[in-house]
């Protein structure tokens, strides 16, 4: 009879090692369960970053080759908000398409998208995503600062571009 408790005895766990494995097993769940709230956060933080770099990346092209395109220095509202170009014919406006005749490009922020209107034409939407944009012109240097969204902090809320008006400087130092 005692060799047959001593089976029935080896045949099971006692309650402190189910316990010690529960909470074996808890430290391990909470572990796994923190490293995926971590790399889930990384992620979005990427995707943020991915964005915003997009947002900065395109407003910059299209700025910039407006900038460069344009023979007469673009004139900034009074409010720094919106910044107009008059465009000679020939070139790609902000749209993307060749303009046949001279046309005039308006660019403002409206409801987080970047706008560009045409002479007397429909408002487009270049780009979503732009919390702030404001615009300066200093010495025949145009002054973009623009804050996508998801910028992070480090960035002073915006990010500054600053693109030189070429065909202006130009025109000065070689004449019209």
């Given at each position: ?21 529960m ?8 572990g796994?369960s ?41 004139v900034?509202?009074a ?12 070139v ?28 007397a ?37 915006a990010?500054e571009m ?15």
């Amino acid at each position: 009879s005692s060799a047959a408790s001593d089976v029935y005895k080896r045949q099971g766990f006692t309650l402190v090692e189910l316990m010690v494995a529960m909470a074996a097993g808890t430290f391990l769940l909470a572990g796994v369960s923190l490293s995926y709230s971590a790399i889930k956060s990384g992620i979005q933080v990427s995707k943020e970053l991915e964005n915003a770099q997009e947002v900065l990346r395109y407003s910059n092209t299209v700025l910039t080759r407006s900038t460069k395109q344009s023979f007469d220095l673009p004139v900034v509202s009074a409010d720094g908000m919106t910044i107009t170009y008059t465009m000679p014919a020939g070139v790609i406006t902000c749209n993307g398409d060749v303009s046949s005749v001279a046309v005039v490009e308006r660019y403002y922020l409206q409801n987080n998208n970047l706008m560009c209107a045409k002479d007397a034409d429909t408002p487009e939407r270049l780009l979503t995503g732009v919390e702030t944009l404001s615009f300066s012109i200093n010495n025949n240097v145009v002054t973009v600062n623009i804050k996508p969204e998801g910028l992070p902090g480090q960035f002073n809320n915006a990010v500054e571009m600053n693109i030189a008006v070429s065909s202006v400087i130009l025109s000065g130092v070689f004449g019209s």
